[in-house]
């Protein structure tokens, strides 16, 4: 069986080929629905923008900065804030956009792959395989970032330009794309580089053929995502970037951190770009796969699209080659959730790899079955490492910093007169949450430095451009910490809350080397941990002074 009469079988029952689409449809679904409904905890992320549009005024909540100072699409922020003012303000319904759009994203990015591989079964099959499956976009299908959006908004621009291409004397598919466009750059700041990709592949072709959309369309379009683009930029994003103190620890954060930014000299280039892009497939939510075969397979899929799909390769170029210059100014981190919305083009990209091997494999291979089943074989192979995924997804979701379980035997077990500290970087949870558990968030005063000590950030923001009540140590009992752990502040509070005698520490969003450090200092200056609770992602104690 050559892969032909593969093509020639599914030609004869197409209907064998639409079910087995639709079955790996409906598995994403249940898939994003299943980590959908174990509504996991709010992690420091999710919180800061969560309590912020749930507190805030529509203007606080739309407008950037936001209260812990993010920078947010600003329609993506005003859906949120109008599901929740209808719904109300639990977290699983701030994850209903997400999953709205990890879902649309699933069937149009279906539509997208049909027209890219010209309606061949097996690469439309694996491609929409892949996506389904994807951990990553599991994951951000069900977390209350816009980072899912970036991929709805790129596959619904790119369907849209297919669609356009395809009938370019007709007005549907240019309106489709000139409204996707404009408003899109308001839901997904990313957008622009893909549109940067679409524009220039528009232009090539009129002016190479003479096909295509007509200038006057082809300006117009360009005018239009122009005028949107920069009436958001110049108005809201640019004001709340620059007048922004917590910008350096976000540079810091990305630079220093995350490698984030590309090199602007050449050689470190060459050694830092290959790098990132294994990290695409190795990361801690990235394509489960060998970075040999990820990087082999994206060679291959560019060499696929150079030679049959050149009007995709320029998009996915010129996109690419945005976001590189970008990323070496120092305007957009490449890293990570920040290039989600390329995952569907790394996906294609791999499919069209392997249906580029296989077809050589066919050519040279004097064995029909064996050309025939090469395509199948490196596809499976492919997709392998995703059964991991598919397996936790189903029956292990993935939990977050799991604050709501601490808060809930806290308040079970504190008694009254108990003091509580909250720890730096669960300030956002706690508040989110924190009434639902018989606390006041909002009433509770904070140890704040008298000199700020290392990067301003998020939380130090808020504190500075809120109003705090003033510390009153000794009539009140919940506190917020001054900083993290590791840094001088953090021993000063501790010394401050010996003075209680006993008190709850509730700590999420530290890693295992901050908590013992934690623990060490605490030591150090006679607190004893008697009772400890430890969950996913935090964690709880109850502390006592040492008896001399």
Same mark, same amino acid.
């Given at each position: ?23 790996? *449809? ?287 390769? *320029? ?234």
């Amino acid at each position: 069986m050559s892969y032909a009469d593969i093509k020639r079988t599914l030609l004869k029952w197409p209907w064998v080929g639409d079910l087995l689409i639709g079955l790996v *449809v409906w598995l994403g679904f249940v898939l994003r629905l299943r980590q959908y409904f174990f509504n996991r905890s709010l992690w420091l992320d999710e919180a800061f923008i969560a309590v912020a549009i749930r507190d805030g005024s529509w203007r606080e909540a739309c407008i950037p900065p936001l209260e812990y100072s993010h920078v947010v699409p600003p329609l993506f922020a005003a859906c949120s804030k109008l599901v929740i003012s209808v719904l109300g303000p639990q977290d699983y319904i701030f994850r209903l956009i997400p999953l709205f759009f990890g879902c649309a994203a699933l069937v149009l990015f279906y539509y997208l792959v049909r027209e890219i591989f010209s309606r061949r079964f097996l690469p439309v099959f694996f491609s929409v395989l892949l996506f389904s499956c994807s951990p990553t976009l599991l994951y951000y299908s069900t977390e209350f970032k816009q980072y899912i959006g970036d991929v709805f908004i790129t596959v619904f621009c790119l369907l849209a330009w297919c669609v356009c291409r395809k009938n370019t004397d007709g007005w549907i598919g240019w309106w489709l794309l000139v409204l996707t466009g404009a408003v899109g750059v308001w839901f997904s700041f990313p957008l622009v580089f893909v549109l940067a990709g679409i524009g220039v592949e528009l232009f090539l072709t009129r002016v190479r053929s003479r096909q295509g959309l007509s200038w006057t369309r082809l300006i117009l379009c360009g005018a239009i995502w122009g005028v949107s683009f920069l009436t958001g930029y110049l108005f809201l994003i640019r004001p709340a970037v620059i007048h922004n103190p917590v910008q350096d620890w976000l540079l810091h954060f990305w630079d220093k951190s995350e490698h984030a930014f590309a090199p602007q000299q050449a050689a470190a280039f060459l050694l830092w770009f290959p790098a990132k892009l294994r990290l695409v497939c190795e990361g801690d939510h990235g394509m489960p796969l060998p970075s040999w075969l990820f990087l082999g397979l994206l060679a291959m899929g560019l060499c696929w699209a150079v030679m049959r799909q050149r009007s995709f390769f *320029v998009v996915f170029g010129v996109t690419l080659a945005t976001v590189l210059v970008a990323s070496a100014f120092k305007a957009f981190p490449f890293d990570g959730r920040m290039i989600l919305f390329l995952r569907p083009c790394f996906l294609i990209l791999m499919v069209a790899g392997v249906e580029g091997f296989s077809l050589a494999m066919g050519r040279v291979s004097r064995q029909r079955i064996k050309g025939g089943l090469v395509f199948p074989l490196v596809a499976l192979f492919l997709f392998y490492p995703y059964v991991k995924s598919i397996r936790h997804s189903l029956f292990h979701p993935m939990p977050g910093e799991e604050i709501k379980v601490i808060l809930k035997e806290v308040s079970l077990r504190r008694v009254e007169g108990e003091a509580v500290y909250i720890y730096f970087w669960s300030e956002p949870a706690f508040r989110f949450y924190g009434a639902e558990y018989g606390f006041t968030p909002d009433s509770y005063a904070c140890f704040k430095p008298r000199e700020p000590y290392g990067f301003y950030n998020e939380v130090v923001y808020r504190r500075d451009s809120r109003d705090t009540l003033p510390l009153d140590f000794e009539r009140q009992e919940v506190f917020y910490a001054s900083d993290a752990v590791g840094e001088p502040n953090f021993r000063a509070d501790m010394e401050k809350m010996k003075e209680k005698g006993r008190f709850w520490m509730i700590i999420s969003h530290i890693e295992s080397a901050g908590l013992h450090q934690a623990y060490a200092i605490l030591d150090e200056l006679g607190i004893d941990c008697s009772t400890q609770i430890n969950v996913y992602g935090a964690n709880a104690m109850w502390c006592t002074v040492r008896d001399k």
